[in-house]
Every structure is written in C-alpha cells, then in structure tokens.
C-alpha cells in the first residue's frame, strides 16, 4: 500500500454520540493534517501534526475534536458530542520534508450525523 | 484571517482549448501556493506547487502563474481534454504550516 488509508469511509450516527476516524499516512511521511469538507467548499484546516507533536490546531476546532498521533505514525479524530453541523467528509493527508510539499489525501471519512 | 477566492460558477469549455482558473486572495502573500485536482467522492491530488519568487511554472499542459501585485494566481490547462473535467482547488500557504483551500472551480471539458 503505497497511499493514505482512512477508517471508515462512510459513518453515520445519531446526535449526541462520539465518533472516532483513523488515519494512516504514508510510512516516510512526519507530517500529518486533518481537514472538514463541506459540499461545494474547500476543504478546511482542523489540525496539523510534525511527527507526534500537533504543533497547530484551528480556532475553528471546538473542545468537542480532539486528534491524536501517538508514536508518530497513525492518527486518530474522535468528535464528542456530536452535532449535525458536523456532518462531513473528513480528509487526512500527509508529506514528508518541509512544509511547502505536496500533501497526499487519503480517501476521506464521510460523516453523517442524524 | 484570510480569505482566497476561486470561482464558484462553472467553466465550460470545448476540448482542445485552454482552460484558465483563477485564485485570488485577500492581504499578505503567501510564502508558496499550491493546486490541487479533486475528482468527486475523492481526495484532492496535487499537481503544481510555485513560490512566491516565481512568476510561472510549466508541468506538462499545465501552467501556473502567480501576481502578487494583483494578488492573484492563475491555472492554464492548454490542449484541454474531457478528462481534465474536475474541481480545482488553490491552496496558499501562510504561516507556517496551515494551508487555506479556496472553495474550488467546476471545469467541465466537453468532446
């Protein structure tokens, strides 16, 4: 497997619950960020992990998103509390060196909240 | 905070003519922009990256220019194909390590 794996591709839940997506990146890769997309908008920046430091995190995440990279390889997105205004395609991605290369997408988690 | 700005409309356009997006942002320059392609129900995938030093950079039919007087960059597909139809997405890079994608634009490409 040479690309960026996601776990699941499709969840849905009901208001109120937690939810917990996984990310896989590129083996080499230190760097790891997770996006929201909404349909018909760019994808929009959550956070951003070097290694298995999240160095940057948007104003934009409520207390209810909490990512992690333990060890520096996978990373998880857990959303608490779920909202419907969370429903979405959550995409990671990862690169490797500095902070200008390109960045590899996994396929996204699509998150429906009912 | 920053705002980039694609063209939310469509572009039509025939096959073997050259399609041209643009990317406008708002304040500072970013130190680097990159585009991207986004197929549906799909990832978006990178395809050119250019600093703010350079004024233009060719990959294939694809070219990118960057204006940071006009504060814009532009996308050229020549010889465009149906297969070129996509979303493409502008992605400046301000500080550090946070990307801000533009909304994308629709390029439909007909035979």
């Known amino acids: 497997d040479t690309g960026v794996s996601q776990d699941p591709r499709h969840k849905i839940t009901k208001r109120g619950q937690n939810v917990t997506f996984r990310c896989d990146p590129i083996s080499e890769h230190n760097r790891l960020y997770w996006y929201r997309q909404t349909l018909g908008q760019g994808p929009e920046f959550l956070t951003y992990f070097q290694n298995e430091a999240q160095l940057e995190k948007s104003r934009l995440l409520s207390d209810r998103f909490s990512a992690e990279r333990p060890k520096g390889s996978f990373s998880t997105l857990e959303i608490q509390r779920t909202e419907q205004g969370d429903s979405a395609m959550y995409l990671c991605?990862?690169?490797?060196?500095?902070?200008?290369?390109?960045?590899?997408f996994g396929p996204g988690t699509r998150l429906t909240v009912l | 905070s920053q705002k980039i700005e694609q063209n939310s409309e469509a572009l039509n356009i025939q096959e073997g003519k050259t399609a041209t997006l643009t990317c406008n942002y708002t304040n500072y320059s970013p130190a680097y922009l990159q585009w991207y392609r986004q197929d549906p129900g799909r990832g978006p995938v990178f395809l050119l990256l250019i600093r703010e030093n350079e004024k233009e950079k060719r990959k294939e039919r694809l070219k990118v220019t960057f204006d940071t007087t006009l504060k814009q960059s532009l996308f050229h597909i020549t010889a465009s194909q149906p297969a070129d139809s996509a979303t493409y997405l502008c992605?400046?890079?301000?500080?550090?390590?946070?990307?801000?994608f533009g909304s994308g634009t629709k390029l439909n490409v007909k035979p």
């Open positions: 991605a990862s690169s490797f060196g500095w902070e200008g290369n390109e960045q590899f």
């Open positions: 992605a400046p890079l301000y500080n550090f390590n946070k990307f801000y």
